[in-house]
């Protein structure tokens, strides 16, 4: 969908994140929380919502969820009561979801919190509120082999998720802009995951994104919304919000309405569609959850959760700077991810040349990563490896050209370094006078450059060591072939 109209109207985009909580087990029952499990397995009459079955909290996930009121600056409300929130679908076995909702008189866990986003902060967006809920099952759609059904599809219910614990965190419409919506998705995830409060793994459904998204001019009321669903990544996220935008703006062009309704993001044809009338808060009926009592967070249960809360983000990037003279930028990188940051200072305890430790990192590793689209935690990659990796070059062993392709068999091939350096034979050359036959070899070979340089036109150097490391398949000492090579030119 194009944007040639967008520029006319400004967009209003609030955002609702589901965070799953890392927690053993279930909100409301004993059932191990297990991503990938084998369907129905675990399960039982209580995450089922079978008759006769009670809830009973996890305090686990209540003291995660505080910490994110904390890391958040929401203010927590002393008590808050659990609802029911009535609809019948598949994926809800008991048709009704215990959940938390923005009533003054039965307020959610917290409300009214901020997040900063962009490098320097300078864009504030407010948390409208930090509940509490169970999640749902989940429907895998499916064609089995010799269907008779008409489609040619069945659905299939997985209740295995169906309980897990899982918050919801829900933004005042601030963001502007596809962009920023996606700015700050990253630091939301980056302050959970240093909070150690979710993996935020979106593919793995930890982390889940729906946005509202309307139009208003500059200075005016918003436009009539839609709610887009069904992205699974950051950057879907950011894609399918910008051609909601586009579209709007096309039927506004047009002097067409917008219809308030639920819109799902196909991924392959880049387009949102329809799928249902937007339901309002009434439509779900929600009432007070009869068999949870109203929780209640005192000031000592709250100092102690603060007592527990790790290092965030920013604290994180700033002590980089200071305590390993890192530049801002670096420290940056550095803390995109709470898996990162707990690889550089374990890879630095190992290696205490910070700086170069960062520069591998942020280079070649981080290269890697984004290449086959993994996070340095789904590796088998290890601080261990990189600072023997970096011991390597440090010592002579092998030069900075072989360590790069050392370290990309090292990522893959899940072995330690030194083993493929020794089973490849890519020790440094440095014996001087193998290295004398080589550059004597390579002078004899290339006539040409040589009288340019004995010309005094010294870019043709270059090209000679080049030539040297070509012949030795990046193993000679660069600065032994350089030095040799001027001292067979004169130079």
Same mark, same amino acid.
């Given at each position: 969908?194009?944007?040639?109209?967008?520029?006319? &109207?400004?967009?209003?985009?609030?955002?609702?994140?589901?965070?799953?909580?890392?927690?053993?087990?279930?909100?409301?029952?004993?059932?191990?929380?297990?991503?990938?499990?084998?369907?129905?397995?675990?399960?039982?009459?209580?995450?089922?919502?079978?008759?006769?079955?009670?809830?009973?909290?996890?305090?686990?996930?209540?003291?995660?969820? /505080?910490?994110?009121?904390?890391?958040?600056?929401?203010?927590?409300?002393?008590?808050?009561?659990?609802?029911?929130?009535?609809?019948?679908?598949?994926?809800?076995?008991?048709?009704?979801?215990?959940?938390? &909702?923005? &009533?003054?008189?039965?307020?959610?866990?917290?409300?009214?919190?901020? +997040?900063?986003? !962009?490098?320097?902060?300078?864009?504030?967006?407010?948390?409208?509120?930090?509940? /509490?809920?169970?999640?749902?099952?989940?429907?895998?759609?499916?064609?089995?082999?010799?269907? %008779?059904?008409?489609?040619?599809?069945?659905?299939?219910?997985? &209740?295995?998720?169906?309980?897990?614990?899982?918050?919801?965190?829900?933004?005042?419409?601030?963001?502007?802009?596809?962009?920023?919506?996606?700015?700050?998705?990253?630091? /939301?995830?980056?302050?959970?995951?240093?909070?150690?409060?979710?993996?935020?793994? %979106?593919?793995? !459904?930890?982390?889940?994104?729906?946005?509202?998204?309307?139009?208003?001019?500059?200075?005016?009321?918003?436009?009539?919304?839609?709610?887009?669903?069904? %992205?699974?990544?950051?950057?879907?996220?950011?894609?399918?919000?910008?051609?909601?935008?586009? $579209?709007?703006?096309?039927?506004?062009?047009?002097?067409?309405?917008?219809?308030?309704?639920?819109?799902?993001?196909?991924?392959?044809? !880049?387009?949102?569609?329809?799928?249902?009338?937007?339901?309002?808060?009434?439509?779900?009926?929600?009432?007070?959850?009869?068999?949870?009592?109203?929780?209640?967070?005192?000031?000592?249960?709250?100092?102690?959760?603060?007592?527990?809360?790790?290092?965030?983000?920013?604290?994180?990037?700033?002590?980089?700077?200071?305590?390993?003279?890192?530049?801002?930028?670096?420290?940056?990188?550095?803390?995109?991810?709470?898996?990162?940051?707990?690889?550089?200072?374990?890879?630095?305890?190992?290696?205490?040349?910070?700086?170069?430790?960062?520069?591998?990192?942020?280079?070649?590793?981080?290269?890697? /990563?984004?290449?086959?689209?993994?996070?340095?935690?789904?590796?088998?990659?290890?601080?261990?490896?990189?600072?023997? +990796?970096?011991?390597?070059?440090?010592?002579?062993?092998?030069?900075?050209?072989?360590?790069?392709?050392?370290?990309?068999?090292?990522?893959?091939?899940?072995?330690?370094?030194?083993?493929?350096?020794?089973?490849?034979?890519?020790?440094?050359?440095?014996?001087?006078?193998?290295?004398?036959?080589?550059?004597?070899?390579?002078?004899?070979?290339?006539?040409?450059?040589?009288?340019?340089?004995?010309?005094?036109?010294?870019?043709?150097?270059?090209?000679?060591?080049?030539?040297? %490391?070509?012949?030795?398949?990046? $193993?000679?000492?660069?600065?032994?072939?350089?030095?040799?090579?001027?001292?067979?030119?004169?130079?």
């Amino acid at each position: 969908m194009g944007d040639s109209h967008a520029i006319s &109207y400004e967009p209003v985009i609030g955002l609702e994140i589901h965070v799953q909580l890392l927690t053993a087990s279930k909100m409301f029952c004993g059932c191990a929380v297990t991503f990938g499990a084998p369907p129905n397995t675990l399960i039982c009459p209580i995450c089922l919502g079978l008759p006769g079955s009670l809830p009973v909290l996890n305090k686990r996930a209540v003291d995660l969820g /505080l910490r994110t009121a904390l890391a958040l600056g929401c203010p927590v409300h002393p008590r808050s009561q659990f609802h029911r929130k009535n609809y019948y679908y598949p994926d809800l076995p008991k048709n009704y979801q215990i959940s938390q &909702y923005q &009533y003054a008189e039965h307020p959610p866990l917290a409300t009214n919190g901020t +997040l900063d986003i !962009g490098r320097d902060g300078g864009r504030r967006i407010r948390i409208r509120r930090v509940h /509490l809920e169970e999640d749902t099952g989940r429907l895998v759609h499916t064609t089995p082999a010799g269907s %008779m059904l008409d489609a040619g599809a069945a659905s299939l219910v997985d &209740y295995n998720r169906s309980g897990v614990p899982l918050m919801e965190i829900v933004t005042e419409p601030d963001p502007r802009s596809p962009a920023e919506a996606r700015e700050f998705l990253l630091a /939301l995830r980056r302050l959970l995951q240093f909070a150690e409060v979710s993996s935020g793994r %979106m593919e793995e !459904g930890t982390l889940r994104c729906d946005a509202n998204v309307s139009l208003q001019q500059p200075g005016g009321p918003p436009g009539t919304r839609s709610e887009v669903k069904n %992205m699974n990544s950051i950057r879907s996220v950011e894609r399918a919000l910008a051609f909601e935008v586009g $579209r709007q703006a096309d039927l506004l062009a047009r002097a067409e309405s917008v219809v308030q309704e639920t819109r799902h993001w196909d991924e392959r044809r !880049g387009v949102t569609f329809g799928s249902r009338s937007k339901e309002e808060a009434q439509d779900y009926r929600y009432f007070p959850e009869p068999d949870l009592v109203p929780l209640e967070v005192d000031g000592a249960w709250l100092e102690w959760v603060r007592g527990e809360l790790p290092e965030l983000p920013a604290a994180r990037r700033d002590r980089f700077v200071v305590a390993f003279g890192l530049s801002t930028y670096d420290a940056d990188l550095l803390t995109a991810t709470a898996a990162m940051a707990r690889f550089f200072e374990d890879a630095v305890a190992q290696f205490p040349r910070p700086k170069l430790v960062a520069n591998w990192l942020v280079g070649e590793v981080t290269a890697y /990563l984004n290449e086959h689209g993994v996070e340095l935690d789904q590796t088998t990659f290890t601080p261990a490896r990189l600072a023997a +990796l970096l011991r390597l070059v440090d010592d002579g062993t092998v030069t900075g050209r072989i360590a790069k392709d050392v370290l990309i068999e090292t990522i893959a091939q899940n072995v330690d370094p030194v083993v493929i350096v020794d089973a490849r034979g890519l020790r440094q050359i440095s014996d001087e006078e193998t290295l004398r036959r080589i550059v004597d070899a390579v002078i004899a070979e290339h006539p040409g450059p040589v009288a340019e340089i004995r010309a005094g036109r010294e870019r043709a150097m270059g090209f000679l060591v080049g030539q040297i %490391m070509k012949a030795t398949g990046g $193993r000679a000492n660069p600065e032994t072939a350089n030095r040799l090579l001027r001292e067979r030119l004169g130079r």
